[in-house]
């Protein structure tokens, strides 16, 4: 008979409508129908499991989207097999070397969300935990991540912020205006790093660079990050190689072998 005699439709339907909901930011009840080709009594029957469950969440706009509890659920898969543990190794040698936090991070919708970190053993240091988040635009990592993401992806993204009036000042560092937004986001993309100079925290600053994986596109960033009192420029100009080299390093285990964005 075959494997596909023994697919559950319900099942097959749910996680079509995961996957759909994965590509966009948001979807109603009416769009999720038409992109899977079910009827819409369907569609919010699945939905409304799945949102019960925990992996869908209804937005301000009574539209649906997927919550953290599938990247939960990858994460888990992360820490045995993905990026989380192939990086660790040179996470923690880079936090030996330059005696700094060490952040490793993704980015989650308009967020950079933070799935390893080394913590100094300075006693002025950032604390944070794994798990924390922060606008992607006005920080380091974040804007690493952006700068490689899609062009399409980046303007519906800096839209979406946009409209919503999220786009707002941290710090007197933090650039708001779209327009700069996206020529910063290009030289990044031109230099392989960025600087997180107090735009988020004030005093803090930190170096970011990409990694990718074995397709070519970002998988996550690393930054150092510490107080402006020993993050100087002198620091930073020995910083950028050292995380620069650091990315690589681990885009190269992750299968990655373009070259050319050092």
Same mark, same amino acid.
Request: charged fraction near 25%.
């Given at each position: 008979?075959?494997?596909?005699?023994?697919?559950?439709?319900?099942?097959?339907?749910?996680?079509?409508?995961? =996957?759909? $909901?994965?590509?966009?930011?948001?979807? #109603?009840?009416?769009?999720?129908?038409?992109?899977? %080709? *079910? +009827?819409?009594?369907?569609?919010?029957?699945?939905?409304?499991?799945?949102?019960?469950?925990?992996?869908?969440?209804?937005?301000?706009?009574?539209?649906?989207?997927?919550?953290?509890?599938?990247?939960?659920?990858?994460?888990?898969?992360?820490?045995?097999?993905?990026?989380?543990?192939?990086?660790?190794?040179?996470?923690?040698?880079?936090?030996?070397?330059?005696?700094?936090?060490?952040?490793?991070?993704?980015?989650?919708?308009?967020?950079?969300?933070?799935?390893?970190?080394?913590?100094?053993? =300075?006693? $002025?240091?950032?604390?944070?935990?794994? #798990?924390?988040?922060?606008?992607?635009?006005?920080? %380091? *990592? +974040?804007?690493?991540?952006?700068?490689?993401?899609?062009?399409?992806?980046?303007?519906?993204?800096?839209?979406?912020?946009?409209?919503?009036?999220?786009?707002?000042?941290?710090?007197?560092?933090?650039?708001?205006?779209?327009?700069?937004?996206?020529?910063?986001?290009?030289?990044?993309?031109?230099?392989?790093?960025?600087?997180?100079?107090?735009?988020?925290?004030?005093?803090?600053?930190?170096?970011?660079?990409?990694?990718?994986?074995?397709?070519?596109?970002?998988?996550?960033?690393?930054?150092?990050?510490?107080?402006?009192?020993?993050?100087?420029?002198?620091?930073?100009?020995?910083?950028?190689?050292?995380?620069?080299?650091?990315?690589?390093?681990?885009?190269?285990?992750?299968?990655?072998?373009?070259?050319?964005?050092?």
């Amino acid at each position: 008979m075959g494997e596909f005699s023994d697919v559950v439709h319900s099942v097959d339907r749910a996680l079509s409508i995961i =996957e759909t $909901l994965s590509q966009f930011e948001e979807m #109603g009840i009416t769009e999720l129908s038409r992109e899977v %080709g *079910l +009827g819409k009594a369907t569609v919010y029957r699945l939905v409304t499991t799945l949102r019960i469950r925990g992996y869908i969440e209804q937005t301000a706009t009574e539209k649906y989207r997927l919550n953290l509890k599938v990247f939960e659920l990858g994460n888990k898969v992360v820490n045995r097999l993905g990026i989380r543990k192939i990086a660790y190794p040179y996470l923690e040698k880079l936090a030996l070397d330059t005696k700094e936090t060490v952040n490793l991070a993704v980015l989650d919708g308009t967020d950079v969300y933070y799935i390893d970190r080394i913590e100094s053993r =300075e006693p $002025l240091r950032i604390q944070l935990d794994i #798990g924390t988040r922060f606008p992607a635009y006005c920080t %380091g *990592l +974040g804007r690493v991540l952006l700068a490689y993401s899609d062009p399409t992806a980046i303007d519906q993204l800096l839209e979406q912020l946009q409209n919503k009036g999220e786009i707002q000042k941290y710090t007197h560092k933090t650039l708001v205006d779209t327009k700069l937004l996206r020529i910063e986001l290009n030289k990044i993309k031109e230099q392989g790093y960025t600087l997180d100079d107090e735009q988020y925290l004030s005093g803090i600053r930190c170096v970011s660079a990409p990694i990718f994986k074995h397709t070519g596109k970002v998988a996550a960033a690393i930054s150092v990050a510490g107080p402006t009192v020993r993050m100087t420029n002198k620091t930073i100009s020995k910083l950028i190689p050292i995380v620069k080299e650091t990315a690589t390093n681990i885009s190269v285990r992750l299968g990655y072998s373009h070259g050319g964005f050092i």
